[in-house]
């Protein structure tokens, strides 16, 4: 469901999203990569933040689970989470194996 709503973002919206919380960007580096200005970059995210909350709600998903996954958590749990979700659901997930690279405050270690 996260998946097809991320996909159904206009282009705009859904790029500097990716970068910034699937890929671990900060607002500068993806800023950098679109050739945006860092606040296009930010008020986009914020705007797409927006957007899914809206539409994940209207499609039943339990908002409140999927906000700390979203936005709380350092890009690459919530990545790994919505895989391993996605493998759990669809029955495809045998095995997890599981790696941290940075500790649950964010720090690297």
């Given at each position: 469901m996260l998946h097809e709503e991320l996909a159904r973002l206009p282009e705009r919206y859904r790029a500097p999203m990716l970068l910034c919380f699937f890929e671990g960007?900060?607002?500068a580096e993806a800023?950098?990569?679109l050739g945006w200005?860092?606040?296009?970059?930010?008020?986009?995210v914020a705007r797409a933040k927006d957007m899914l909350a809206t539409r994940l709600t209207r499609r039943g998903a339990?908002?409140?689970?999927?906000t700390p996954v979203l936005?709380?958590?350092?890009p690459s749990f919530a990545s790994a989470t919505t895989h391993a979700a996605g493998a759990f659901a669809t029955g495809a997930l045998r095995s997890f194996p599981v790696?941290?690279?940075t500790s649950p405050d964010g720090r690297s270690g």
């Open positions: 960007l900060s607002h800023a950098h990569r200005p860092v606040g296009s970059v930010a008020g986009r339990p908002l409140a689970l999927l936005f709380a958590v350092p790696s941290f690279s």
